[in-house]
């Protein structure tokens, strides 16, 4: 039988403290963290050198949006999994950025069980 293999994670959020406790909390065993943006510019860049498998996004941020940095990386690769994280407030932004080529919304403030069930139904046919 063969292991799943292992699938990098990037976090982008302009809050320290979110894209932490999205580190901290996501128990997935087949993701492994690769690094963390404050916004989509950041994003973009890290994205070239880490080529991650898996991005949580959030929405509302300098520089460059969730949108259109979901936009963006969808167009560098294609099969990318992204996870939309964002305030409640966003709903019609977050419809946007599944238009967009985003594959799930968590909504803000979440819990561990949450973030990770959503994590979970992402990568399932992964």
Request: glycine share 4%; proline share 3%.
């Amino acid at each position: 039988m063969n292991a799943l293999r292992m699938l990098r994670l990037m976090i982008v959020d302009d809050s320290n403290i979110i894209r932490r406790r999205i580190e901290r909390s996501q128990q997935i065993d087949r993701l492994e963290f690769v690094g963390a943006a404050a916004n989509g510019v950041e994003a973009i860049s890290l994205f070239a050198s880490t080529d991650p498998d898996v991005v949580t996004m959030d929405l509302t941020m300098p520089e460059m949006d969730g949108v259109e940095c979901v936009e963006r990386l969808v167009a560098l690769k294609p099969e990318l999994r992204i996870l939309v994280v964002s305030a409640l407030a966003d709903k019609a932004t977050a419809v946007e950025a599944i238009a967009r080529g985003a594959n799930g919304f968590l909504c803000k403030p979440f819990t561990d069980r949450q973030l990770n069930d959503a994590l979970a139904e992402l990568l399932q046919d992964v």
